[in-house]
């Protein structure tokens, strides 16, 4: 049991930690507008990361499967609210002197359907169902268990971006280096969410 715990924590940290729309938003979010003003968009994109994780509990991909458009549609919904929210943090303002800036940070509802909307959280909860699915007792208690594990380690993963944001914050002091920090952030996000919905053999 041990074993599978250690697979599944591994596994979670690196399909949810790698460089994605969601953790490419926190860290843009923490650099530009600072860790604190970043909680509730992280908040946000916990709650709505909860959502896809009972969403791929409860077999939304046999209703992708017997409905294609459907799932056409998140995507495409996913894809334009994450250029978005990518569009807003590259054309956020400079910090000023006091180390603040003027623009309003991505709120909670921003980070819930981002996340709510990303392809590639629902993609990642359905690998892990499929391939590390926790031995239990009955399918119910594995089912909720691996959900419960997974969600604990989407908080330190993401808590962990949105930090690594807060410690490139200094470079934004800087507004030619702040502009191509921001720009770079935006455009990772746009091509990591295009690169999830690209079909693998």
Do not use: H
């Amino acid at each position: 049991m041990i074993e599978s715990i250690i697979s599944l924590i591994t596994a979670t940290s690196l399909l949810l930690g790698s460089p994605g729309p969601a953790p490419l938003a926190l860290a843009a979010t923490g650099a530009t507008y600072g860790i604190k003003n970043g909680i509730p968009f992280l908040l946000g994109i916990l709650s709505g990361l909860a959502i896809a994780i009972i969403g791929a509990t409860v077999g939304i991909a046999a209703l992708f499967s017997a409905f294609p458009n459907i799932k056409l549609i998140v995507q495409v919904a996913g894809v334009l609210y994450i250029v978005y929210v990518a569009q807003k943090i590259a054309r956020a303002p400079a910090l000023c002197s006091s180390g603040k800036t003027s623009g309003t940070s991505p709120a909670f509802i921003d980070g819930f359907i981002l996340n709510l909307l990303n392809p590639k959280a629902y993609a990642a909860f359905l690998a892990i169902f499929s391939q590390f699915l926790l031995p239990l007792q009955t399918d119910l208690l594995s089912y909720v268990t691996t959900a419960i594990i997974c969600f604990i380690v989407a908080v330190f993963v993401d808590v962990a971006w949105l930090v690594l944001g807060g410690v490139l914050r200094p470079f934004f002091e800087s507004p030619k280096s702040a502009r191509i920090l921001r720009l770079t952030f935006a455009v990772l996000m746009v091509v990591a969410v295009v690169f999830s919905l690209v079909p693998r053999k």
